[in-house]
């Protein structure tokens, strides 16, 4: 379904009415003033690009996603604190995507963080995923990744 998926703006879009719906549902509490985006593979990469857009979030993690933009985004217009866990030996997301996407943040001055763990390949969080080598469950860089995303958390909320 991911494929399926390729204007740009239309994801950011479907991002931004996804908070809007958070922020304004009466099911359950929410502060709005505390609200990250978390997301896995394709979530993790469309959680970096709601931040990319500007979206009055506070963080936005990645977990073994994709981390380059089809966006045209404005200057500095992230204003979230920005986490990517990354498989080091993930063979679908591009190696040189890594070196792009700190070139980009240092750019534009944002609080980022790339953490890449050895060992680990794509869907590293799933404890069904068993294709050697490609995406494959990895239980310690997973305990590893979410206490990463819980310090982050602790520090922008």
């Known amino acids: 379904m991911m494929m399926e998926v390729k204007d740009k703006p239309a994801e950011v879009a479907r991002m931004q009415a996804a908070l809007t719906a958070l922020r304004t549902q009466n099911s359950a509490p929410v502060q709005t003033d505390k609200v990250a985006a978390i997301g896995f593979c394709f979530g993790g990469h469309c959680a970096l690009e709601l931040a990319r857009s500007g979206a009055d979030i506070k963080a936005a993690v990645s977990f073994h ?3 380059d933009t089809q966006g045209a985004y404005n200057g500095n217009t ?3 604190s920005l986490l990517v866990l990354d498989g080091a030996a993930d063979p679908l997301v591009p190696r040189e995507q890594l070196a792009a996407f700190a ?3 240092n750019s534009k001055g944002v609080d980022w963080q790339l953490v ?5 390949v794509h869907s590293f969080t799933d404890p069904k995923a068993n294709n050697t080598g490609v995406a494959q469950y990895h239980p310690e860089v997973t ?3 979410f206490k990463r995303m819980y310090q982050l958390l602790d520090e922008v909320f």
């Open 65 to 67: 996603g994709t981390l």
């Open 143 to 145: 305990q590893r990744a």
């Open 78 to 80: 992230i204003n979230a």
């Open 116 to 120: 890449s763990f050895a060992g680990a």
């Open 103 to 105: 070139s980009e943040m």
